[in-house]
């Protein structure tokens, strides 16, 4: 686990090609995502604050929240708690407090907004630090691979997300995805925006590659990699 310190109240874990993130305020820190293989996440941030803490999940995918078991209770958007934290949780008691598009956490001095950007998971969120004018994206925002197959993934909805986003540009300088380089600058939304328009318009070739023992094909676009069902990402 390599540990990187951004300014004096946020900090980066990287674990293995997936990275959360640790902001603090005057009163509150929170953790964004909990990580893949760790199961200490709670231990890590408590090497840096003393605060009280809490734990939101950018989505449900089992890359980031390895640690939630360490946590009674943690913030989710409630599509991606029904849909898919039910799945992928199981065994872990925690208890969801669901934000929404536009919730506005507080950790004193620090004003944290909840974006929804549905396509990737049907409750992907990104966090915008409004003070610092910083973007934490998790998946639907990076130069990785983005996985965009399989129940509930969907194309569409993922343009109509980042055309929302790109609305937003203005609100934040850089992005820090989870996975992929770190950060990013917003420029790489509207090229993440023609890549997409082009996987459904049936103008780019996919590879053929199993994963997960799914079929898929994969796209690899200039801003990112995406990996689709074999009709393109959707409807």
């Avoid at 941030?45 to 209770?73: I, V």
């Avoid at 669901?98 to 907004?113: A, F, I, K, N």
């Avoid at 950007?117 to 409004?130: M, R």
Wanted: net charge negative.
């Amino acid at each position: 686990m390599e540990r990187k310190q951004l300014d004096g109240q946020t900090w980066i874990f990287e674990e293995g090609g997936v990275r959360f993130f640790l902001l603090t305020g005057s009163e509150r820190a929170l953790l964004i995502d909990s990580g893949m293989a760790a199961r200490n996440a709670r231990e890590l941030a408590r090497e840096l604050t003393d605060l009280p803490l809490e734990l939101l999940n950018t989505h449900a995918d089992r890359d980031h929240m390895g640690s939630n078991g360490e946590f009674p209770e943690f913030y989710m958007h409630p599509s991606e708690y029904i849909n898919f934290y039910k799945k992928g949780g199981e065994g872990i008691s925690a208890v969801p407090v669901p934000v929404w598009d536009g919730s506005v956490l507080e950790l004193g001095g620090r004003s944290l907004r909840i974006v929804a950007l549905p396509g990737h998971t049907p409750g992907s969120i990104a966090v915008l630090d409004e003070k610092n004018r910083r973007l934490f994206s998790g998946d639907p925002v990076q130069d990785g691979r983005i996985f965009m197959f399989g129940e509930m993934r969907q194309m569409n909805a993922y343009v109509h997300s980042l055309r929302r986003l790109l609305s937003m540009a203005g609100q934040f300088d850089e992005i820090y995805p989870s996975h992929g380089s770190c950060p990013v600058g917003p420029e790489i939304i509207p090229r993440l925006i023609d890549a997409a328009e082009q996987i459904l318009a049936g103008k780019a070739r996919g590879q053929a590659e199993e994963m997960f023992g799914q079929r898929i094909l994969a796209y690899p676009m200039g801003p990112a990699t995406f990996l689709c069902d074999e009709d393109g990402g959707g409807e």
